[in-house]
């Protein structure tokens, strides 16, 4: 099929596509702008990232921790009962 007539076809299906990437580029821009008119919104944007990615990693270490705690007895075990 070609990619014609697989637009053709589909095109009811990946209406939204084309209209998110319209959206999220309009949002861009907006942001942008904004930024450039207001500098402190690029700081609160970092920030805001960096608390996220620190969230994230405490949480993904904290996840960890529960799941070595859980399974430390299991290393230990030589041999499998059937």
């Given at each position: 099929?070609r ?14 596509l ?65």
């Amino acid at each position: 099929m070609r990619m014609r007539e697989f637009l053709i076809c589909q095109a009811g299906e990946f209406d939204f596509l084309w209209k998110s990437q319209v959206l999220m580029g309009l949002l861009l821009v907006f942001i942008g702008i904004a930024i450039a008119v207001f500098p402190a919104i690029l700081v609160g944007l970092v920030a805001a990232g960096l608390i996220l990615a620190g969230a994230s990693l405490i949480g993904g270490g904290w996840r960890l921790h529960r799941l070595w705690r859980h399974n430390k007895g299991v290393a230990d075990i030589d041999k499998f009962e059937w």
